[in-house]
């Protein structure tokens, strides 16, 4: 058997650090080269083989990932805050970095975390950018208020973004100055282009061939949309990667944190190592769950008892969670069982 090369990478915007180390440790190059798809072609050519190599999770990762991949005998990419190592150290640089990269990788000490196939990261990028195109309909619609509220107008809340009022509005209230309809009309014109665009994405990924029977199947639980169902889909991806439902809900940021020590146990706020898409998705589904199941209606009205609602909901939420794992390992559509009385024989 050929003897494996271990690389360790230290990725940034514009350069990637290296460091290639045989089994024992030894250091057989180390360097650093640009972080365009050339060099890297270049790099690869003088790299002996074969080799495994290991990267830092960042927001550069994905293509470098997919560049390497074809070529590797192994590709793995590390969870940025298990590195403790690194981050611990007196001393930090790239190459040092780099080089304990290596070494975790070498001694298969590596935090290694889930990577996406190409396919659901190319349409998860389409479903964030959805919900930035939200957060910039919301601020601008709200900009439109504070504009009227600026110069005194009464309005009606609940019909003031609707085109027809809007327009009356404009057209018949005497109280608007004639410098501030312009504004209020780029502001209307933006919020309309806004809203098609992000149907159009939602439009586009309901349809896609990869996602639509998955999305179709998760939407038969009572209270999950089609934007709850494709949140789910394509931030997790493979729920198989998940070992029980209490990982999942982890990940979801649905669980406080613990902090144990001897005898004592400490339960946290909710944790901040979680992935902000879902649970922002996940806890606004649940505070409608219960006017669309009786079952999660019970569950919440249990829980608030207790006399916290937030603490309802977060019950509410992780319900779901769990609905959602059961459908995607058991590829069936969700079915209600009701409980019948039996009585003995």
């Not at 290991?54 to 074809?70: N, S, V």
């Not at 789910?232 to 029980?244: C, N, Y």
Request: aromatic share 6%.
């Amino acid at each position: 058997m050929q003897p494996m090369y271990y690389i360790g990478l230290d990725v940034h915007k514009r350069t990637i650090s290296y460091c290639v180390k045989d089994g024992s440790g030894a250091i057989h190059s180390e360097g650093t080269l640009p972080a365009t798809r050339l060099d890297l072609d270049v790099w690869m050519k003088t790299l002996p083989q074969p080799w495994t190599a290991a990267m830092e999770a960042t927001a550069f990762t994905g293509w470098i990932y997919d560049h390497l991949q074809p070529h590797a005998a192994a590709l793995k990419v590390a969870h940025p805050l298990m590195l403790r190592a690194i981050a611990a150290a007196k001393k930090k640089n790239d190459r040092i970095d780099a080089s304990k990269i290596c070494d975790c990788l070498r001694c298969d000490f590596l935090p290694e975390c889930y990577m996406a196939s190409t396919a659901i990261r190319e349409r998860r990028r389409t479903l964030r950018y959805r919900n930035l195109l939200v957060r910039q309909m919301v601020q601008t619609k709200n900009k439109i208020s504070m504009l009227l509220m600026e110069a005194g107008v009464s309005y009606n809340k609940q019909r003031l973004h609707k085109a027809g009022y809007f327009r009356q509005l404009l057209a018949t209230n005497p109280d608007i100055p004639e410098g501030l309809h312009s504004l209020l009309g780029l502001c209307r014109e933006m919020v309309v282009r806004l809203s098609k665009t992000e149907s159009a994405l939602v439009r586009s990924l309901e349809r896609d061939p990869q996602l639509l029977e998955r999305v179709e199947r998760l939407m038969t639980i009572p209270a999950v949309g089609p934007i709850t169902a494709l949140t789910w889909a394509l931030e997790v991806g493979d729920v198989k990667r998940f070992s029980s439902i209490k990982k999942a809900i982890s990940y979801c940021g649905l669980c406080g944190a613990e902090k144990s020590s001897g005898n004592m146990t400490q339960r946290m706020p909710l944790s901040k190592q979680r992935n902000k898409h879902l649970q922002t998705t996940l806890i606004e589904a649940a505070k409608m769950a219960p006017r669309y199941s009786p079952s999660l209606a019970m569950l919440y009205d249990a829980e608030k008892r207790k006399g916290n609602a937030n603490r309802a909901t977060l019950a509410v939420a992780r319900k779901l969670v769990a609905y959602l794992v059961a459908l995607d390992r058991s590829q069936k559509e969700f079915l209600i069982v009701e409980g019948e009385n039996r009585t003995a024989a």
